[in-house]
């Protein structure tokens, strides 16, 4: 499969942990998206990449949470001290540009006991 | 910022028949309208998109049309299929899916009755 992979598919952690989740887009796609989906729920913008640059950032996204694209490859999204509001659905997607719709991951299914 | 509203939240159709699902918009920038299909536990699939220049696209039985005037657009999925029931996404973005990202809908449950 050559779409976007992520990894873990789910991740169960107590409160206060630190998780860290990975996507890997697809290999000519140089812009990525993280999104959040909660159950009934649309996705939610979190964040977005092009190539390694870090562009926009959503309100959503507190101090808690922190994404890198290093070498503009795969990226990483990092959530600290996790709380339970955090439990939710972590999609990923990538893109070749403004004229292309976006191909979304499998996702990483969190879940903050 | 921008936000979606969409309808209805559940449609039943008989299998053969039309469904219609329907989205608002506030920002009159937005200028990308696309389209998702999501089957329980999978990935959101692009189904079909639309841009602020054109006023209908159609895609074999989908179909999608868009009046700026209203700040509305609509997917329209002619003889519905049992491999049709899923939940439907409609989303809008200013800067045509780039750097401020997509802002979605609530989604729609459509279910095909045979």
């Known amino acids: 499969d050559t779409g976007v992979s992520q990894d873990p598919r789910h991740k169960i952690t107590k409160r206060g942990q630190n998780v860290t989740f990975r996507c890997d887009p697809i290999?000519?796609?140089?812009?990525l998206y993280w999104y959040r989906q909660t159950l009934g729920q649309g996705p939610e913008f979190l964040t977005y990449?092009?190539?390694?640059?870090?562009?926009?950032k959503s309100r959503l996204l507190s101090d808690r949470f922190s994404a890198e694209r290093p070498k503009g490859s795969f990226s990483t999204l990092e959530i600290q001290r996790t709380e339970q509001g955090d439990s939710a659905m972590y999609l990923c997607?990538?893109?070749?540009?403004?004229?292309?719709?976006?191909?979304f991951g499998s996702g990483t299914r969190l879940t903050v006991v | 910022g921008e936000n979606v509203e969409q309808h209805p939240s559940t449609l039943s159709v008989q299998e053969g028949d039309s469904a219609v699902i329907k989205c608002t918009y506030s920002?009159?920038?937005?200028?990308?309208f696309p389209w998702y299909k999501q089957e329980l536990g999978k990935r959101p699939q692009l189904i079909i998109d639309?841009?602020?220049?054109?006023g209908e696209k159609k895609d074999q039985r989908i179909a999608v049309t868009l009046n700026k005037t209203a700040k509305h657009f609509s997917l329209h999925i002619t003889e519905t299929q049992p491999e049709d029931s899923a939940v439907y996404f409609c989303?809008?973005?200013?800067?045509?899916?780039?750097?401020?990202?997509?802002?979605f809908g609530k989604g729609t449950h459509l279910i095909i009755q045979p």
């Open positions: 290999s000519e796609h140089n812009r």
């Open positions: 989303a809008a973005s200013i800067r045509g899916g780039g750097a401020d990202g997509l802002t």
């Open positions: 997607a990538s893109s070749l540009g403004t004229a292309h719709g976006y191909t």
């Open positions: 990449f092009q190539n390694e640059a870090q562009l926009e």
């Open positions: 639309i841009r602020s220049n054109v």
């Open positions: 920002d009159s920038a937005s200028n990308y």
